[in-house]
T-cell receptor
């Protein structure tokens, strides 16, 4: 079993819809959690850090469930520009573990 | 945010040659840098962790004699792909952070390597 797992998708979602992704992690000692966004042929960029209390940034909401060992990302009122690959990242002991990413296509 | 540069942004070379890729932190010191490889339509794969002043730590399956890493200063790490072959053609990206690895990583723009 991989340490960080994501549904690879693709998720094909109409513009304006709400979409949610989950990411599970297997090591309970994991320390920090992030969502990154990667556009085609570009480097990843931080979308949000994920805190135990949950956090919201505009249309994006991230949550962490330590008991069930998963993090989630919710995108409301999706835009065409949200089309990208969303990477779940977990850190543990100064080691960074990437999920394989979830591809999202927003359809006009 | 912190700025990380990579050079070159793309390179085409003949099979058998060696290619050096530089990763620089422009406005902060980086004791640790990470090197990744990404094949088309696949996920990022961590290759190695580069530590300033000491040997790099390689992930399982990554040949340390093929992918030479040097982190000679607090702002520069280099990855040299030795005797490159077509199967080494990939997108190579570095990342680092002004803080520990448990914080946000800043990525370089990547280097696209094509080996003919």
């Amino acid at each position: 079993r991989k340490e960080v797992e994501q549904d690879p998708g693709p998720f094909n979602v109409p513009e304006g819809a709400t979409v949610a992704f989950n990411c599970t992690y297997s090591n309970s000692a994991s320390q920090s959690f992030f969502w990154y966004r990667q556009d085609c042929r570009k480097e990843p960029k931080l979308l949000m850090s994920v805190y135990s209390s949950g956090n919201e940034d505009g249309r994006f909401t991230a949550q962490l469930n330590r008991a069930s060992q998963y993090i989630s990302l919710l995108i409301r009122d999706s835009k065409l520009s949200d089309s990208a690959t969303y990477l779940c990242v977990v850190t543990r002991d100064d080691k960074i573990i990437f999920g394989k990413g979830t591809r999202l296509h927003i359809l006009p | 945010g912190a700025v990380v540069s990579q050079h070159p942004s793309w390179v085409i070379c003949k099979s058998g040659t060696s290619v050096k890729i530089e990763c620089r932190s422009l406005d902060f010191q980086a004791t640790t840098m990470f090197w990744y490889r990404q094949f088309p339509k696949q996920s990022l794969m961590l290759m190695a962790t580069s530590n300033e002043g000491s040997k790099a730590t390689y992930e399982q399956g990554v040949e340390k004699d093929k992918f030479l890493i040097n982190h000679a200063s607090l702002t520069l790490s280099t990855l040299t792909v030795t005797s490159a072959h077509p199967e080494d053609s990939s997108f190579y990206i570095c990342s680092t952070s002004p803080w520990s690895a448990n914080n946000e990583q800043f990525f370089g723009p990547g280097t696209r390597l094509t080996v003919l």
